[in-house]
C-alpha cells in the first residue's frame, strides 16, 4: 500500500498533463480509505509540474520506487 511521502513512478503516459511513463514523484496527499493520491511531479529542472497537484491518481497508476540505505 502507498503511504504520504512515498517516492512514485507514473506506469503509462499522462497525456492530459504531458507526463510520460516513469516520471518520478512525491505522494503529497492520500485520498480515502487509499483510494487515489495526489502526486508532485517534477520537470528536468527539478520544478513541480503545477498540473499534476490538480489530479488525482489511482494506485493502479502509480509504482513505489524501491530504495536501498548504502551503509
Known sequence: MLKLLDIVTLKADD?????????????????????AY???F???EGNTIEETLFKD?????L?????ALQL
Do not use: S
Open 15 to 35: 497525456p492530459d498533463i504531458g507526463i510520460k511513463a516513469g516520471t518520478e514523484g512525491t505522494i503529497v496527499d492520500v485520498h480515502g480509505n487509499h483510494e
Open 42 to 44: 517534477f520537470d528536468e
Open 38 to 40: 495526489t502526486v508532485e
Open 63 to 67: 509504482q513505489k520506487v524501491e530504495t
Open 57 to 61: 491518481y489511482l494506485p493502479a497508476q
